[in-house]
Structures are given as structure tokens and as C-alpha cells.
């Protein structure tokens, strides 16, 4: 069975094209050339005509570390939007923007899912573009990032978007998991995004595939009676046969689906992001 699924309607942001290692994407009306390792294939268009096409264009200088070079003119600091919601992109050092367009298939999924009586944990929290789908229905909604920097992000994309009181909680999620677990609290929607390497606050470092069990398990039992998880993953170490296995260890009385997420560039390649894990659904 095709355990594919891809994202796919946006209006904002397109997947251009993809190869030889690079992305080509458009973010509103600025383009740009980014390094992707899962494009180990030949690209659709030739990059001569990506140059002609892109703004900005990562080089990565390191493992860890690169510049943006500027092809043509645009700015430094822009928006873009996803239905009434309004978020911040910029050019970090570290070839990121501010957000993950993939996850766009995810966001749909809360929209659909969740109203005001709903309560929400979005773990590994990023800049918030989850915590603001939530918050834009209506749900009570908790946001949680080890990185400070990140849920400042998180709050301008809350004011852009006109939105008020999402919980911010500065915190390693595994600690803040296991500390709701202890209050017997429950969640209609969880969502949870980690890295293949955690950083909790105190930059307490943890592989993903050693986290996953408590994760999942912590997770459980917080999960109101019908309430939706969705967990994803793009650690190499942790593949759609890994959370195969998991899922039933956790979630046999629950209807679960387990997928590689994909998209497809207009130059029709289609380019892998992680795998997902669906309760609920
Ligand atoms: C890939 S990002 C998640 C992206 C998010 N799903 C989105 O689409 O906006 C992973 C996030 O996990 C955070 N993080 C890493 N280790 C963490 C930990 N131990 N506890 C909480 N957050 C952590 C990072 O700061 C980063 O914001």
C-alpha cells in the first residue's frame, strides 16, 4: 500500500522545483535556492534558469553554518500568508525562514479538527504557525520551544496575525510532557515536531529514537478519549517501520495511520520531508 501523502493548496508558497542537492521555492513574491538533501535526484528546469529566477541563495559554509547571497533585489524580512493568519519569514543563518511549509497538511487538519471548547499542545513549538491555527479557532492553546529567541518568533506571528493569549511555556517538552502527565491533564489535539537531536532550556541534549518511547507514551495518556495526535519526524533514525512498530504499543484501541508526508514541485519531482504518525484522524 502507498504510504504517501502529500501537501498540497497553497496559494502563498510554491515548491518551484528541486535537485542536485538544492530547492528552488517561492515565498510570496520573493524566490529562493536552498540547500535539500533528499533531492538527490536531476532537477526539472536547468539552474541556469533558477538563478534567473531566485532573490536569495543559501550557501552553506559549514555543517551548521552558511550565507545568503543576494541575486536580485528583495528584502531581508517579509510575510506570507496561510488562510487569515499572517507569519514572519527571514533569512537565518542557518538556511531557515521561519517556517515549514509541509506542514501545511498538518495545519488543514487542526483547522478542520479544532473549536473554542477545545484545549491544544503544540510541543517542539518552533514559530508558532500551529499555535496560531489554534488559536485562531478558538482553542485553548499551549506552545512549547526550548529556544526563547523562538517563541519570541512565535508572539510577533501571533500579534500579525491578530491573535491573543497563546500560553507560551519556555521548556524542555519531554519535562513539560511528563509534568502534565503527573496533573492528569487531557488534550483534544496534540501536535509534536522533534528534532533528530532535542536541546531542552538547559541545553540538556537527547537523540530522538531514545525520547520517542516516553514521548508517545506521555502523550497517551493526556490524549483525551477522542482526541487527535500527530506526530512528526524526519530523524533518519526514526522511519515509517520504526513508528509502525510504536504506534500500536500505544494507540491499539485508536484509529492510527502511518505516512512518509511528500510534496510535489511544479516541475513535477516529488521531494520527501519525514514520516507521520496520525491518531485520531
Ligand atoms: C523542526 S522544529 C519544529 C517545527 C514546527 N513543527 C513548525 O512547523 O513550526 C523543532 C523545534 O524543536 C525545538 N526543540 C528542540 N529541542 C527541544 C526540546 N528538548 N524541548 C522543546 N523544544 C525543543 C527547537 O527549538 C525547534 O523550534
Known sequence: MDK???????????????GGGKKLERWGSVITIRPEVQAYFHSGLPFSEWEQKAHWEYKATGKQSGKWKNLRRAPEEWT???KSLTFQLELTKFKHLGLFPEQKLNWDLAFDKLDSDSKFLNLFAYTGAMSCVARSKGAETFHVDSVKQLINWASINMELSKLLNIKW?????VKFISRLEKRGEKFDFIVMDPPAWG??????KW????KLDQLLGSAANILSKDGVLVLNTYSPKVDIEFLEELAPLYFSDRNYAVNELWMKTTS????????????GI
Open 4 to 18: 504517501k501523502i502529500f501537501t498540497t493548496g497553497w496559494e502563498d508558497y510554491e515548491l518551484i522545483d528541486a
Open 80 to 82: 506570507i500568508s496561510y
Open 169 to 173: 511555556v519556555h521548556e524542555d517538552a
Open 199 to 204: 536541546i531542552g532550556r538547559k541545553n540538556e
Open 207 to 210: 537523540r530522538l529514537e531514545d
Open 268 to 279: 513535477q519531482k516529488e521531494l520527501f520531508y519525514g514520516v507521520l504518525l496520525r491518531v
